[in-house]
């Protein structure tokens, strides 16, 4: 008798929904341990538990139930995991591995000791640290929290001596990281998959746009991106996931920086599936989720081949609009071939509560696909209709 594995995911969130589908396609079970009743995974999946991811019996009894554990984001305590590990568990990421997406500090030490371009940075425990290192990189500096930041959270721009005042609160015991303010002309992301047995694979390099410290809009693959860049980049991101040992999808956010050694700089690393590859859904013969899927079991990894010229992925944020589907008629119908992801959350204000996917359709320009993906979360978001379009309609339609 055949049985399918049961996969574990720790966190219910936008992340773990996505899983969801892939999951059932493959005739896998997906169990979430999810930290309340109401988040986003919950409504997708036939069994979700709700629990403290910190607490040691909770995760415990958790994993017991499952083949193999992995995550929807990169908070749970590395220590419980590592006992989880001792136990048997099988745990893809590793606990030695998620630490470099935990820790920012180590993170840079990995990327220094690899030969990859890192940001000038050093580790501080002060305000004079902070000084003396701006004294030799120049002025503005950022400060940041190793742990617990994202989406600009955890994040401290000193732009002159003065700014040092406002950063004294962020000392409470510690080191924190420091890193020269680099003057990127954008930010660019490359996703990789590798499973266990050390196959790998990763999908074109992406440009993400950030709005006001959140991913807005991700470009695949990024316009104008020199090859040489995109392949030392992607070798870069590989060599990252062989070396530090990864399973499961990873996400390299990098900065490009013309004129400098390497045209680039490593800026983060997220050991899951990520914003920047939301885009893969529909725009790869094998989306990211369920390549996770795939490489945590260590099953042969899917083709990342892109199945259009140009795709675009345009983030939802909560807006003035608060009944999405009652916005559905005029979004839907203002781009048909455009996809919807919704991730069943409440509106709030800038809230990620879904995006759209837009892929070119033929010999479309970037600029018809760009618009289109906006058109359509811009309907959802304020629940208004612009004016009406026919540009990409399907021929035969009304």
């Given at each position: 008798?055949?049985?399918?594995?049961?996969?574990?995911?720790?966190?219910?969130?936008?992340?773990?929904?996505?899983?969801?589908?892939?999951?059932?396609?493959?005739?896998?079970?997906?169990?979430?341990?999810?930290?309340?009743?109401?988040?986003?995974?919950?409504?997708?999946?036939?069994?979700?538990?709700?629990?403290?991811?910190?607490?040691?019996?909770?995760?415990?009894?958790?994993?017991?139930?499952?083949?193999?554990?992995?995550?929807?984001?990169?908070?749970?305590?590395?220590?419980?995991?590592?006992?989880?590990?001792?136990?048997?568990?099988?745990?893809?990421?590793?606990?030695?591995?998620?630490?470099?997406?935990?820790?920012?500090?180590?993170m840079r030490r990995a990327v220094e000791a690899l030969g990859l371009p890192n940001p000038a940075w050093r580790a501080v425990t002060g305000t004079d640290d902070v000084a003396a290192f701006a004294k030799d990189t120049g002025w503005p500096v950022v400060l940041k929290t190793?742990?617990?930041?994202?989406?600009?959270?955890?994040?401290?721009?000193?732009?002159?001596?003065?700014?040092?005042?406002?950063?004294?609160?962020?000392?409470?015991?510690?080191?924190?990281?420091?890193?020269?303010?680099?003057?990127?002309?954008?930010?660019?992301?490359?996703?990789?998959?590798?499973?266990?047995?050390?196959?790998?694979?990763?999908?074109?390099?992406?440009?993400?746009?950030?709005?006001?410290?959140?991913?807005?809009?991700?470009?695949?693959?990024?316009?104008?991106?020199?090859?040489?860049?995109?392949?030392?980049?992607?070798?870069?991101?590989?060599?990252?996931?062989?070396?530090?040992?990864?399973?499961?999808?990873?996400?390299?956010?990098?900065?490009?920086?013309?004129?400098?050694?390497?045209?680039?700089?490593?800026?983060?690393?997220?050991?899951?599936?990520?914003?920047?590859?939301?885009?893969?859904?529909?725009?790869?013969?094998?989306?990211?989720?369920?390549?996770?899927?795939?490489?945590?079991?260590?099953?042969?990894?899917?083709?990342?081949?892109?199945?259009?010229?140009?795709?675009?992925?345009?983030?939802?944020?909560?807006?003035?609009?608060?009944?999405?589907?009652?916005?559905?008629?005029?979004?839907?119908?203002?781009?048909?071939?455009?996809?919807?992801?919704?991730?069943?959350?409440?509106?709030?204000?800038?809230?990620?509560?879904?995006?759209?996917?837009?892929?070119?359709?033929?010999?479309?320009?970037?600029?018809?696909?760009?618009?289109?993906?906006?058109?359509?979360?811009?309907?959802?978001?304020?629940?208004?209709?612009?004016?009406?379009?026919?540009?990409?309609?399907?021929?035969?339609?009304?």
């Amino acid at each position: 008798m055949v049985t399918f594995p049961v996969i574990g995911v720790i966190g219910g969130g936008q992340l773990a929904r996505m899983m969801a589908g892939p999951a059932i396609e493959l005739g896998f079970e997906l169990r979430v341990l999810a930290e309340g009743p109401d988040v986003s995974a919950v409504a997708a999946v036939a069994h979700a538990e709700v629990g403290d991811y910190r607490d040691r019996a909770t995760l415990r009894a958790f994993a017991a139930g499952v083949d193999v554990v992995t995550f929807d984001h990169e908070h749970v305590p590395g220590g419980l995991l590592e006992e989880l590990e001792r136990e048997g568990v099988a745990v893809h990421p590793s606990p030695a591995a998620l630490l470099h997406a935990q820790d920012k500090l180590v993170m840079r030490r990995a990327v220094e000791a690899l030969g990859l371009p890192n940001p000038a940075w050093r580790a501080v425990t002060g305000t004079d640290d902070v000084a003396a290192f701006a004294k030799d990189t120049g002025w503005p500096v950022v400060l940041k929290t190793p742990r617990g930041g994202y989406d600009g959270k955890g994040v401290l721009v000193l732009r002159n001596p003065a700014a040092l005042a406002d950063a004294e609160s962020w000392f409470t015991g510690g080191e924190l990281l420091v890193e020269e303010f680099v003057p990127f002309s954008r930010e660019l992301s490359v996703l990789v998959a590798r499973r266990p047995s050390g196959e790998a694979a990763a999908w074109p390099v992406v440009e993400s746009i950030q709005v006001d410290s959140v991913c807005d809009e991700v470009i695949a693959p990024a316009p104008e991106l020199a090859p040489d860049i995109a392949a030392a980049v992607t070798k870069a991101a590989l060599k990252l996931a062989d070396q530090l040992g990864v399973t499961g999808v990873m996400a390299v956010e990098l900065f490009e920086v013309p004129g400098s050694a390497a045209g680039y700089l490593v800026n983060e690393l997220a050991m899951r599936p990520h914003n920047s590859g939301h885009w893969t859904m529909d725009g790869s013969l094998t989306g990211q989720f369920e390549q996770h899927l795939r490489a945590v079991l260590d099953l042969p990894l899917g083709s990342t081949a892109p199945v259009a010229r140009y795709a675009v992925m345009k983030n939802i944020l909560g807006g003035a609009n608060a009944d999405l589907f009652g916005a559905y008629p005029g979004a839907l119908s203002s781009g048909p071939s455009a996809k919807v992801h919704v991730y069943g959350k409440d509106v709030r204000p800038g809230r990620k509560i879904g995006h759209v996917n837009s892929i070119a359709i033929g010999d479309e320009s970037l600029e018809t696909v760009r618009t289109r993906a906006t058109r359509v979360a811009v309907l959802l978001r304020d629940g208004t209709v612009p004016p009406s379009t026919d540009q990409d309609r399907p021929k035969g339609s009304q």
